[in-house]
């Protein structure tokens, strides 16, 4: 295990002045607040960060913009920039209609606080005909495909089939693993792929996905089932899945296969709810795993493990842990603090830099301290890109994302 070195600076306009001297360049966007409209956008080239006038909400919170448009927010946040960086995707919800919808905003706007009718962003919903049982239903990822054409959106709703396909192209969207787009896949393959949390499309290859797999933690309902090809379907863990063990998968739309790049061990447990991110040459994956899992009734923790691998499985290769992180970041912390939880969020442009949220609980209440650090794999170091802030909240995510 490499043994890397961390810098912690407390103030932004520090990190952003080293930042210049790394060659950083770009915009990051996170969430600031748990139930108010304050995401952040941090500006790596002009040194500085803004709170982006954003006509989304959280929550409950709703946001009248222009007189036309009434937006709020679903569970999470999942701010996702197209591959050109000249897009926003995220979800929303239209007032009138509390359907699950990806809204797309060109990014130029975020910086101006007078916006137009025009620049309102572009919603897409996922089922128009259905209501959404809201707060229950949320989107789980978004993901574009490499002209940025096409977004690969999964979801959890009762009523809805996931994945989708968002065509900016033709304005439609498609959901369920019935469709032709799908066609040609085995009905094993098919059931992975409807009850995936995460697929991220290669920002190089249209022909190319990847999906990781924890067969227990399947994108099931509290009744056991869920929808496919518009009819409910029972998951039963190691029969619906056929042979797929867990790990990491490549979806090849070309072959119509799934082929295996890592397979977890009986002592490792992949996170399906954690990004798998393509690196922007398409040459590598980062994804975390777990390790040391001890999830009793009275503690939950584990030791959770960045690392990357090549599509093709070649190349493993283990960059940090959360062993490390509590090492170098215990004297900033309460004594009491468990294993942090880490969250993959971006890599930047040049395959240098990963992006990673980082949460630790308090093993005796129930505040957890999140931040974001950036970790540099040409000099095995981290340096904390948004400082470190208590919430009471088991679910709030920073949620960041990166466009360079």
Known sequence: MKKALIILLGAIVLLLTQCSSTLWNGQIIYNS??????????????????????????????????????????????????????????????????????????????????????????????????????????????????????????????????????????????????????????????????????????????????IPLRKNWLGVFDDGYTVVGGEKQEYVTGASTGNYSDGIYLIDLQNKSFQSVWIATSDERIDSHNKILWSPSGEDLAFVYAEDVNFSSSTHTANYVVATVNPNGKNFDVLFDSKELMMKMKQDLPEDVMLPSIFLADWSSDNRYLLFEVNFKEEKTRYSFIGALVYDIKTDTFISIIEFKKTESDWFRLSPNWSD
């Open 33 to 210: 607040e748990l139930l108010e409209t304050k995401p952040v956008l941090i500006n790596l080239d002009k040194m500085t960060k803004q709170v982006v006038v954003l006509p989304v909400a959280y929550q409950n919170t709703v946001v009248e913009t222009s007189g036309t448009l009434d937006l709020f927010r679903p569970t999470f946040d999942k701010f996702t920039w197209s591959n050109s960086g000249e897009e926003l995707a995220f979800p929303c919800m239209l007032k009138n209609n509390v359907n699950l919808t990806v809204c797309i905003w060109e990014s130029k706007f975020l910086t101006l606080e007078n916006k137009t009718l025009s620049q309102n962003p572009i919603s897409y919903p996922l089922n128009p005909t259905e209501v959404n049982i809201y707060p229950e239903s949320l989107i789980r990822n978004i993901s574009w495909s490499p002209n940025d054409e096409i977004l690969i959106v999964t979801a959890r709703w009762d009523d809805i089939e996931s994945p989708c396909l968002v065509d900016k192209s033709s304005k439609k969207v498609e959901c369920g693993i019935k469709r032709s787009f799908w066609k040609g896949f085995s009905d094993s393959a098919l059931l992975v792929l409807a009850g995936a949390f995460i697929v991220e499309w290669s920002p190089t290859d249209i022909n190319q996905m990847a």
